[in-house]
């Protein structure tokens, strides 16, 4: 099951918008090299990225590491912006969510970047996603985090620690490390 009947849908309209804005605003920019940056020091040898949206991170991670990447994405439109995007064909894009992977296969890293907020069943998907864990491979969440002062709709977009811990104490996941600079969170998760 691809999308949800309560989910937030990125169709034909509002997935080039995103795109595009994504492209655009400083702190979504800054929030990709922040994703990427962290992606670089991995040695893993297959990624997979959750939630991929027009495939930024992906594109550029994959043009500086030598693992396998592969994305997913529920959204059709989503999926062919980034395929339109990676020229390089690094990145194996398809349709799948955090509830459905397509690829037969084991990752060494799993990782959602501002896509974790929009899971509905954070714990559920966990759950499954860890399943996909290559042995000592590890779930890494990427998000903007809480603040003060920003409205709740600002806020219902960021990293939520108390639903993270919740989700992955279900899942069966341990937290292993966090990294945070004023804007951005990542958090480990392991077996």
């Avoid at 003060?148 to 600002?154: D, F, L, T, Y």
Wanted: charged share 30%; hydrophobic share 40%; glycine share 8%.
């Amino acid at each position: 099951m691809l999308y949800r009947k309560d989910d937030e849908k990125f169709g034909l309209f509002l997935s080039p918008l995103y795109a595009l804005g994504a492209r655009l605003a400083p702190s979504i920019r800054r929030f990709y090299a922040f994703a990427v940056e962290d992606l670089e020091g991995s040695k893993a040898s297959s990624i997979l990225d959750v939630g991929c949206g027009p495939g930024d991170v992906a594109i550029k991670a994959a043009s500086s590491l030598r693992a396998e990447f592969y994305a997913v994405d529920p959204s059709a439109a989503m999926i062919w912006i980034a395929r339109h995007r990676s020229s390089s064909g690094r990145v194996r894009f398809d349709l799948g969510s955090s509830r459905r992977v397509p690829f037969k296969r084991k990752f060494g890293i799993i990782y959602a970047s501002l896509s974790f907020h929009h899971w509905p069943d954070k714990g559920e998907s966990l759950s499954y996603l860890k399943g996909f864990l290559a042995d000592k491979g590890e779930i890494r969440i990427y998000e903007f985090k809480k603040r003060r002062g920003v409205s709740k709709a600002v806020n219902a977009h960021t990293m939520d620690m108390d639903s993270l811990k919740e989700a992955a104490g279900i899942a069966g996941l341990k937290l292993s490390s966090k990294r945070e600079t004023k804007e951005f969170i990542r958090v480990t998760l392991k077996k």
